[in-house]
Structure formats: C-alpha cells, structure tokens
C-alpha cells in the first residue's frame, strides 16, 4: 500500500536551513508526481513545491523560490525539500503528498496519499 513517511523537522533560527525527507513506500517515485505542502496554526494547507513523473519538472510556490528545492532520489524511493533561509513564517507542520498522477497541481484536495507530517519551527 501507499506509505508517506517524513523526516527531517525540527528548530531553526531565522536564517538557518532544513532538510526535509519524504520517504515513499508502495510506489514508485519516478512513476508518479508528488509534493510538499505546509500548514501553519490557524492557516490553510499551502503548496509548496512539486516535482511531476518521467522528467521531473518542478514548480514552487512564490514564497519559497530561491529559498527551497525540491529533488528526488530514485535509488531511495525519497523525496526531499531543503529550506535555506528560513524565517518565522516558514513555521509549520510540513507534508509530503501524492496523487497517483504524473502532472502536478496545488489543489491538496487532489492529493488522496499524506505522509503523517513534521513540525519546523522557526524562532530566534
């Protein structure tokens, strides 16, 4: 079955940077698009970036270009998104998510497969 499993959250100070993990099960990265989404207290779900199947194109979201990139490694079934330049606005539980198609889009309500989320905080 389709598992989303992230890793990598935890405390940084503003200006500072994370490494976020994705790690998939049931499925086969390259196959299919996938990507990160955060949601902060209070605020509703927001797409971050996304990487579609086959040639791996990517889209960000205007608050992270420069900032975030997003990248695959196939050999680990793994996603990854590493946040440079952090700020307090970055704070957030961030997520992984797919929907079994090979384009992308920022409509969450797509996404039907969730990884369980992890907390990035951002304080000084």
């Known amino acids: 079955q389709v598992q989303l499993v992230e890793s990598g959250g935890g405390s940084a100070q503003p200006g500072g940077s994370l490494k976020l993990s994705c790690a998939a099960s049931?499925?086969?990265?390259?196959?299919?698009?996938i990507g990160w989404f955060r949601q902060a207290p209070g605020k509703e779900r927001e797409a971050l970036s996304c990487?579609?199947?086959?040639?791996?194109?990517?889209i960000y979201a205007p608050s992270t270009k420069g900032r975030f990139a997003i990248w695959r490694d196939g050999t680990k079934n793994t996603l990854y998104l590493q946040m440079n330049s952090l700020n307090f606005e970055d704070t957030a539980v961030y997520y992984c998510?797919?929907?079994?198609?090979?384009?992308?889009?920022?409509?969450?309500?797509?996404?039907?497969?969730w990884g369980q989320g992890t907390q990035v905080t951002v304080s000084s």
């Open positions: 990487i579609s199947s086959s040639e791996g194109s990517t």
């Open positions: 998510a797919t929907s079994l198609a090979s384009k992308c889009t920022s409509d969450s309500s797509k996404y039907n497969y």
């Open positions: 049931g499925f086969r990265l390259g196959y299919y698009a």
